[in-house]
């Protein structure tokens, strides 16, 4: 994995809460083997006619969006499946980071497994940035800070070892490897 | 004092969590499917790694396989090629990585789900995880078992471990009794409501009580299926007689002196008296009603007989009801029926099917409507046809199938189409979940199946 240091990036906004996993990669796309190339179907539904062409007005298929890096969204965003197909979509399409008041927990431990920030922060913050779409924002992962145009900047909390890894390029997997001696040992003791 | 979640966390530690790092968490059991495996064994064959532990890792095909039975025992080719190709994947990996495989023909497949259980793999104190979000199904034998992403999957098949933080413990308290025509669905679904979506984040319940200990096993499976849907991580139910009977004698539960021994040990899991949860919430169970959900999340959930609360105004509710055709205001009862479900790993089990045979007797599917009724196994197949239920589905002209996850999430070809309304067993009422602009209303199977017989939303009690 690459390390990811800081996002700096206009935002895109999408402001429904409880937006699930089937929203952002709907299951007839999990038919795929790979991890690539998901980012054309992500928010299919919302994002295409059913006749394939783009609906205008959906946001991602708005000029403004383009390059954008940071979805911003309602509460409690990734509930649901816990398909690592959503952060692979997310990801390819071009998203760095993803902002809420909630995420759920399966759809964050894959998003920091490849990269793709979760970003919690208080209703305030949320509020601000769902009502600036565009806001071009900074998410400092050195300092775990986010700050607004507006100069205005706030923390955010990032469990200590997946920061650690996302700031080094950690691969959790070697990790675990280097745990190899502890699991024999403990298979070891295992009396059942 | 510690609860059921703190005695089968402790069990597993290889390494406990520091302030730095999260623990190095045993698997005992490692379920595996077609849909989110192809990437994780690409990551083996990368980085030339074995399956650590094959012996405590199982296959089976669920999701996109198809469940018409030319098409699984036929000569009639699987119809999506994409799924095709996924099958035949995991038939690959699973011979290259001596996996077991529950494969397209086997008399022991199902829902992943559904399948360990059956064979007495899921035990109680255990560690189970799947890369599958209902995972937590399991938990209604007092294991912690919960579902991961395909990157952990790989860790899983490479050490047999995951890192994890501890999460925090929920107690859901159901006392009294679910009165007659109220399921363990129903019961499910008004915890949900109460606490919402996301009320369970970052913790995993402890159902318990008195109307929790008078489940049978399917019942306890059908909530601790749904944990997930409040967010939890996971669902536990402390083992008891019920756990045991329905485990001994099962294919791989353990035999004679060993059952005796994993028996005793058994009994340990469960939460001392006095033990403390980080939070709770009380349900009475005898106030329960059927239960339907009327919007785009399975929070969105009402009594049968109530009518939608009317939050115009809430953009979220506002958009919820468009989509589903509802205004605020409006009663469920007598609302429309397109295409009736029963199955998944929600209710897909015996006692489901046993459910819907009773309802459907001697009556018919209303015209015009299509009920699918799709087995949660194989077994479960062969059992609700040795019973007699079979034909009664049948005989009430309703389309009875191999086992597999079918409509629950639509990605084998069996889909409701845009608009069409959905009465469905399963556990997710996202948009576009059974298909493409489908429009799903989670129930009971009861409620099910006397919707299917009207044609209209119906409360199952008028038809017990
Ligand atoms: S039946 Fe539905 S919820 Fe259950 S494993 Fe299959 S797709 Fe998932």
Known sequence: ?????????????????????????????LTTTTKQGLGRQLFADWRYHPDGTPVAEFVLNRPESSGAQVLVAGRNFGCGSSREHAPWALLDFGFRAVISTEIADIFRGNSLKNGLLPIVVDDATSRWLLDHPGAEIDIDLNTCRLTLPTGVSVAFLLEAFARHCLLHGVDEL??????????????AARSW | MRTLFDKVWAAHEVVAETADTPAVLYVDLHLIHEVTSPQA????????????????????????????????????????????????????????????????????????????PELGTTQPGMTIVCGDSHTSTHGAFGALAFGIGTTEVGHVFATQTLLQRKPKTFAVNVEGRLRPGVTAKDLILAVIGKIGVSGGTGHVFEYRGAAIRALSMDERMTVCNMSIEAGARAGMIAPDDTTFAYLKDKPRAPKGKDWDTALARWRTFVTDPGATFDASVDIDASSLEPMITYGTNPGMVLPIGAAIPDNAGDEVFDKALRYMGFHGGDAMLGKRVDVVFIGSCTNGRLDDLKAAAHILKGRKVAPGVRLLIVPGSQDIKRQAEAAGYADIFKAAGADWRESGCSMCLGMNGDTVDAGQYSISTSNRNFEGRQGVGARTLLVSPFTAAASAVRGRITDPREML
């Open chain 1, 1 to 29: 994995m690459q390390p990811v240091v800081r996002v700096h990036s206009t935002t895109v906004v999408i402001p429904s809460s409880n937006i699930d996993t089937d929203q952002i990669i709907p299951a007839r796309f």
């Open chain 1, 174 to 187: 070697g990790y675990l490897q280097s745990c190899l001696d502890d699991i024999q040992r403990y298979e």
């Open chain 2, 41 to 116: 064994f690409s990551t083996l064959k990368r980085l030339g790694l074995p399956v650590r532990r094959p012996d405590r890792t199982l296959a089976t095909m669920d999701h996109s396989i198809p469940t018409s039975s030319e098409q699984v025992f036929g000569n009639v080719p699987i119809k999506v090629d994409a799924a095709a190709l996924q099958v035949r994947q995991l038939e690959e990996n699973a011979a290259q990585f001596g996996v077991e495989l529950f494969g397209m023909r086997d008399a022991r497949r199902g829902i992943v789900h559904v399948i360990s």
